[in-house]
């Protein structure tokens, strides 16, 4: 899917046009825009300073329908969010999704000041106005990178939340863990429950009373040190990947907590990959993803 659209915030003296009748948007924009070349068109596009129906367009064949409404900004005035530890992927008026980098904690867990995905969001969408809002709708740990969600509502948080199982339709993680994984694929279930004094999660094959947990994997890559697994969730539980590893004698690599040895890579070798859900407004199935890290691969060269 399109990466590349956001909600479209409006800068100082926009233009607006309301489509009559069907046409590509660059055939549209020469025939409202003055007589601007393509070219200049196009370095509209790509600055993204067009905007159909409130959401950012980049693409010069996008097709309009009649009553779509255009609004140009020429002034460049698009705020976009530059952090090393963040990217935007998505947004739009309801949902913010992102790729975090290892390292960044989601929210923070106590009083202190230290910068989070979330500190960081809340920063850049009050920047447009200072009445707006970002809400934590899942977490990664810390040290796993990969794909997060926020909302932009305390109403659209709470629908996610509250439906969660319902409304995500596809999880995926790649895990960089110790040793040969011999079974291709597998299904791991198991209950875990949280010790109150370690804060560790334990898994039992039996039902003591914990959450069930089941977790999909398949073998990707591996040699005689390491294997590079693609892991589905149909449970989302606290630290589930990382305690079913464990328990398969195959802890990710730099994970201490849960039974690992080494770390090649200086890093949790836990990615979250995809996610697909149902939009909560309008109930289409949406997916991201992003590439597996670089350095999950070079150790198979």
Same mark, same amino acid.
């Given at each position: 899917m399109n990466n590349r659209k956001t909600k479209f915030i409006?800068?100082?003296?926009?233009?607006?046009?309301?489509?009559?009748? #069907?046409?590509e948007l660059m055939t549209f924009l020469l025939s409202k825009m003055g007589g601007m070349s393509r070219s200049s068109v196009k370095s509209l596009l790509a600055h993204r300073q067009v905007a159909v129906n409130e959401v950012i367009i980049t693409q010069f064949n996008h097709m309009l329908k009649a009553n779509d409404k255009?609004?140009?900004?020429? +002034?460049?005035?698009?705020?976009?969010?530059?952090?090393? $530890?963040?990217?935007?992927?998505?947004?739009?008026?309801?949902?913010?999704i992102v790729e975090? $980098?290892?390292?960044?904690?989601?929210? +923070?867990?106590?009083?202190?000041?230290? !910068? !989070?995905a979330f500190s960081i969001?809340?920063?850049?969408?009050? $920047?447009?106005s200072p009445n707006n809002r970002v809400y934590t709708v899942h977490r990664l740990d810390r040290e796993t990178s990969g794909i997060l969600m926020f909302a932009k509502s305390r109403e659209i948080q709470l629908a996610l939340q509250e439906h969660w199982h319902n409304v995500v !339709?596809?999880? *995926?993680? *790649?895990?960089? *863990?110790?040793? !040969?994984?011999?079974?291709?694929?597998?299904?791991?279930?198991?209950?875990?429950?949280?010790?109150?004094?370690?804060?560790?999660?334990?898994?039992s094959a039996a039902d003591d009373g914990g959450q069930q947990a089941v977790t999909h994997y398949r073998r990707v890559k591996s040699n005689d040190k390491y294997s590079l697994l693609e892991i589905e969730l149909?449970?989302?539980r606290k630290n589930q990947i990382r305690?079913?590893?464990?328990?398969?004698?195959? #802890?990710? *690599?730099g994970d201490k907590k849960y039974g690992a040895s080494v770390s090649p890579i200086g890093r949790l070798g836990l990615h979250a990959?995809?996610?697909?859900?149902?939009?909560?407004i309008t109930l289409e199935i949406v997916s991201f993803e992003t590439p597996v890290p670089r350095d999950f691969l070079h150790l198979f060269h």
């Open positions: 409006p800068a100082p003296k926009p233009t607006h046009f309301k489509v009559a009748e #069907p046409v255009i609004v140009v900004n020429s +002034s460049r005035g698009n705020i976009e969010l530059t952090h090393p $530890k963040l990217r935007i992927i998505f947004e739009d008026a309801y949902l913010i975090k $980098k290892e390292g960044l904690l989601t929210v +923070s867990t106590g009083d202190n000041d230290e !910068t !989070t969001l809340r920063n850049h969408v009050k $920047k447009s !339709t596809r999880r *995926v993680y *790649v895990a960089l *863990v110790e040793g !040969t994984v011999e079974k291709e694929q597998d299904t791991i279930m198991t209950w875990l429950s949280e010790n109150e004094k370690s804060l560790k999660i334990h898994s149909e449970t989302g305690v079913h590893m464990e328990g398969i004698g195959h #802890p990710i *690599v990959r995809v996610l697909a859900f149902y939009h909560p």
